[in-house]
């Protein structure tokens, strides 16, 4: 079932925040927030009926449905005041105060630029409207027509979001190489020894670094843009649920940072 993979994230969260004793904060927020997006997911799934008005090829093309999604962004709001992160909290709760004509703006901007969003850069505000607004895009991907994705493309073919991690599936002899998309988790396959920020196939100036604390984790950078990405080998660790294991790897963040390196998209922590 589509919604089954809210179910692992939730649980792979859990298990890393005991096994990563030093991102465990983070873990058990984004296990809190991914059960409050599950909802939302399925919230959604249920008013269409499978059967979506905004059924089409790019995100470009669907309308917010805002009679929807008030009433839903507000529950989110409220209970995201009892999660684990003051900020966050705080301004849930400062949000859900204010004019429903207030929050309506924010989700209609936000989805509006949701492709160039950056944790890093933006607001707390808009950073829940960002996190509220993932799973909406999430199921809208999920009822996309299906067509050939090029394996070219540096940014998401449904909604041209960033890749927020990579992962190498199993596929024949070897590993073939996908992009997940930030917003939507669209998956596009994109070539092994490609920059997904810049497109240099300069074999000389693609590095990968790994750490033996992480073995099923890469750390591509390119030396030519100077931006870097975190791409998952599930045929090293089937278990691994990349969008959760890259909130359980910050110290590899730290570590490409410290050697001059920018991440290609921020995670909802902003690093």
């Known amino acids: 079932m589509k919604h089954s993979k809210w179910d692992q994230r939730i649980r792979r969260a859990e298990e890393l925040a005991m096994t990563h004793p030093f991102a465990s904060e983070v873990l058990l927020f984004y296990k809190h927030l991914a059960g409050l997006q599950k909802a ?4 959604v799934e249920q008013a269409h009926g499978g059967n979506h008005r905004n059924s089409t090829a790019s995100l470009l093309g669907c309308q917010l449905d805002t ?8 529950e989110f709001l409220s209970k995201l005041e009892v999660g684990r992160s003051n900020r966050i909290a705080q301004s849930a709760k400062d949000l859900n105060s204010q004019h429903p004509g207030r929050c309506r703006d924010l989700l ?9 969003f950056q944790p890093a850069l933006a607001g707390t505000e808009s950073l829940l409207a960002w996190l509220f607004l993932q799973p909406y895009a999430e199921n809208l991907a999920d009822h996309k027509p299906h067509s050939p994705l090029r394996g070219t493309l540096v940014c998401c073919p449904f909604c041209l979001g960033k890749p927020q991690v990579g992962v190498l599936r199993q596929e024949g002899d070897g590993a073939k190489r996908f992009l997940i998309c930030s ?4 998956e596009w396959a994109y070539g092994r020894i490609v920059c997904p920020a810049c497109g240099e196939e300069t074999t000389d100036k693609l590095a990968i670094y790994t750490a033996s604390q992480f073995n099923h984790v ?3 950078a390119c030396d030519t843009c100077g931006h870097y990405i975190k791409t998952f080998d599930l045929t090293k660790n089937g278990l691994a649920v990349p969008v959760v294991d890259e909130l359980a790897t910050i110290p590899l963040n730290i570590w490409a940072h410290e050697q001059g390196y920018v991440k290609l998209q921020p995670n909802l922590l902003g690093i």
Do not use: Q
């Not at 009679?67 to 507000?74: I, R, V, Y």
């Not at 989805?111 to 160039?116: I, L, M, T, Y």
């Open 40 to 43: 939302i997911y399925l919230g």
């Open 67 to 74: 009679d929807l999604l008030m009433p839903k962004f507000h």
């Open 108 to 116: 209609t901007s936000a989805w509006g630029n949701a492709p160039d």
């Open 218 to 220: 890469r750390v591509e």
């Open 183 to 186: 917003l939507c988790s669209t």
